[in-house]
T-cell receptor, first 113, second 109 residues
Framework: NAGVTQTPKFQVLKTGQSMTLQCAQD?????MSWYRQDPGMGLRLIHYSVGAGITDQGEVPNGYNVSRSTTEDFPLRLLSAAPSQTSVYFC????????????FGSGTQLSVL | DAKTTQPNSMESNEEEPVHLPCNHSTISGTDYIHWYRQLPSQGPEYVIH???SNVNNRMASLAIAEDRKSSTLILHRATLRDAAVYYCIPTNTGNQFYFGTGTSLTVIP
């Protein structure tokens, strides 16, 4: 199993550009979530999903959209990138079947100029 | 969400035990106490979690106070690979984890 796969690993955007961060998991986990981590800070929850077709907002949802059309995929869309969105983005999955432990991807380093 | 208080940083000598404290005085009765750690340049990884009783696994032990307002993560013999930021997270859901700033553990050879 690959676990949680995030692409790309690095991305540079110009202010105002849009892009999608990809996240896929092959563990058949019901729950998926997106976090951002700014330098020297802990992770902050952006959006989460409890299953296909169901998403909800976390602590810092503004400027981001998500959708969950399949169990495996949970893409994060930046609508109009801003320098304040420069961060490392982590995707995670979990399931009651594994004690609701979070499994994280390796992260995407995003820089917005 | 329960607020947590953890020391910003701690140091330990290699091969000695480490006790990482966490205060969560506003924890609800249904919150599990989760601990994760984040090694440099990696995503967080699960360490241990528990509800009321002390818990042990191959990585660590978790000691939970009787009133559940605090807990302690115990690494029995710190190694250099244990140098990381450790997060204490009370939560009763499997999909909403609110990380604080954690404790940065330095292991001294």
């Amino acid at each position: 199993n690959a676990g949680v796969t995030q692409t790309p690993k690095f991305q540079v955007l110009k202010t105002g550009q849009s892009m999608t961060l990809q996240c896929a998991q092959d563990m058949n986990h019901e729950y998926m979530s997106w976090y951002r981590q700014d330098p020297g800070m802990g992770l902050r929850l952006i959006h989460y999903s409890v299953g296909a077709g169901i998403t909800d907002q976390g602590e810092v949802p503004n400027g981001y959209n998500v959708s969950r059309s399949t169990t495996e995929d949970f893409p994060l869309r930046l609508l109009s990138a801003a320098p304040s969105q420069t961060s490392v983005y982590f995707c995670a999955s979990s399931s009651p079947s594994v004690g609701e432990k979070l499994f994280f991807g390796s992260g995407t380093q995003l820089s917005v100029l | 969400d329960a607020k947590t208080t953890q020391p910003n940083s701690m140091e330990s000598n290699e091969e000695e035990p480490v006790h990482l404290p966490c205060n969560h005085s506003t924890i609800s009765g249904t919150d599990y106490i989760h601990w994760y750690r984040q090694l440099p340049s990696q995503g967080p990884e699960y360490v241990i979690h528990g509800l009321t009783s002390n818990v042990n696994n191959r990585m660590a032990s978790l000691a939970i106070a009787e009133d559940r307002k605090s807990s302690t993560l115990i690494l029995h013999r710190a190694t250099l690979r244990d140098a990381a930021v450790y997060y204490c997270i009370p939560t009763n859901t499997g999909n909403q984890f609110y990380f604080g700033t954690g404790t940065s553990l330095t292991v001294i050879p």
